[in-house]
């Protein structure tokens, strides 16, 4: 069975290629990124810490600006289907159900680009 979680995107320039682009957001379990659906530059995050606690558990800290989103999504701990919070900066990516307050917490590990930056020779 695959996990179903969190699957949204969130239009912005790019930090990579600077083209207004969809940045597709993905978070389950074992990892949650952050890919451009322009240029393919992805940020991959691992999870740190699972939680229901109070909101303003995590600060977020980043290098670009802060994305503070909402997104619709089945929660892992109560399995309703409703609001989530995301906070994703450069260095964090932060998910928060707004039912049970379920909160997973990720950490920046990984960037790589997709799609090949070496162009064919013509002719």
Known sequence: MVERFIFTKYRTSCYHCHEDADQVIKAVSSQAQVACANCGATRIFVPRVEDVS????????????????????????????????????CNQFTTRCRNCGYTHFYKFNLEYVAQCPIEEKKG
């Open 54 to 89: 109070a909101a303003g558990t995590y600060t977020p800290i980043s290098c670009y600006d802060i994305w503070d989103l909402e997104t619709v999504a089945p929660c892992k701990n109560c399995g309703v289907e409703g609001l989530h919070d995301l906070i994703v900066g």
